[in-house]
T-cell receptor
Framework: AQTVTQSQPEMSVQEAETVTLSCTYD???????LFWYKQPPSRQMILVIR??????QNATENRFSVNFQKAAKSFSLKISDSQLGDAAMYFC????????????FGTGTSLTVIP | DAMVIQNPRYQVTQFGKPVTLSCSQT?????MYWYQQKSSQAPKLLFH???????NEADTPDNFQSRRPNTSFCFLDIRSPGLGDAAMYLC????????????FGAGSRLTVL
C-alpha cells in the first residue's frame, strides 16, 4: 500500500521568511499525483498546490512552490514570504493511477507564523 | 459560490445515540467522500460514492453507513456512536474519480458523551 510520511509534526517561521515542509511517499506506481492541502483552524481544507508525477517541472502557485524529487520520492513544499494567514495544518497527499478513489494523506505539519 | 456545505458543524451526542451528518454540494461533482479525522492524524477514508455507486473501505466499521439520495446530498449515519467515534468528519467531492482534486467542506465535529 502507498504511504505518505510527514516527519515534521510542527514547524514555525518568522513572518516574511521562507519555510520548507517535508513529505516523502512510498509507491510502486509510475503515474500518480501529489498534493499539498492547507487546513486552517476550524476552517475547511483547501488545495494549495498539485503536481503530476510525469511532469519534471516543479509546480508553483504564487508564494508556494514544490521541490519534487521523483527518484527520491520526495515532495516538499516551500512557502516564501510567509504571512500570518499561512498558519495552518498542512497535509501532503497522494493518489495513483491504480489507487482508485483513494487519496493517501500524511499526518500533517502544523505551521506557526511568528509576527 | 459553488461549495461543499456540512451540517451541523458541531454535534454532541450520547454514547449509543444515533447521529446523522449531512453534506451538500453545488459543484455537480460525481464523487462524494466521507473522511474521519482524529486529532493529529491524517484523514481516513470511510467510503465514497461515484454517482450512485457506493464504495465502502474494507476497514470501515459497520456502525457507519451512508446515503446519497441525489447528486447534491450525501449523509453519514453513525448507528451507535462510541467514544472512539469522536472526531472531525470531512465531506469532500471531486468531479471525477481518480486523479482530480478534492473540494472539502468545513467538517462536522462530533463529540460523544
Amino acid at each position: 500500500a502507498q504511504t505518505v510520511t510527514q516527519s515534521q509534526p510542527e514547524m514555525s517561521v518568522q513572518e516574511a521568511e521562507t519555510v520548507t515542509l517535508s513529505c516523502t511517499y512510498d509507491t510502486s506506481e509510475s503515474d500518480y499525483y501529489l498534493f499539498w492541502y492547507k487546513q486552517p483552524p476550524s476552517r475547511q481544507m483547501i488545495l494549495v498546490i498539485r503536481q503530476e508525477a510525469y511532469k519534471q517541472q516543479n509546480a508553483t502557485e504564487n508564494r508556494f512552490s514544490v521541490n519534487f524529487q521523483k527518484a527520491a520520492k520526495s515532495f516538499s513544499l516551500k512557502i516564501s514570504d510567509s504571512q500570518l494567514g499561512d498558519a495552518a495544518m498542512y497535509f501532503c497527499a497522494y493518489i495513483g493511477d491504480r489507487s482508485g478513489n483513494q487519496f493517501y494523506f500524511g499526518t500533517g505539519t502544523s505551521l506557526t507564523v511568528i509576527p | 459560490d459553488a461549495m461543499v456545505i456540512q451540517n451541523p458543524r458541531y454535534q454532541v451526542t450520547q454514547f449509543g445515540k444515533p447521529v446523522t451528518l449531512s453534506c451538500s454540494q453545488t459543484l455537480n461533482h460525481n464523487v462524494m467522500y466521507w473522511y474521519q479525522q482524529k486529532s493529529s492524524q491524517a484523514p481516513k477514508l470511510l467510503f465514497h460514492y461515484y454517482d450512485k455507486d457506493f464504495n465502502n473501505e474494507a476497514d470501515t466499521p459497520d456502525n457507519f453507513q451512508s446515503r446519497r439520495p441525489n447528486t447534491s446530498f450525501c449523509f453519514l449515519d453513525i448507528r451507535s456512536p462510541g467514544l472512539g467515534d469522536a472526531a472531525m468528519y470531512l465531506c469532500a467531492t471531486s468531479r471525477d474519480p481518480g486523479t482530480d482534486v478534492l473540494t472539502f467542506g468545513a467538517g462536522s465535529r462530533l463529540t460523544v458523551l
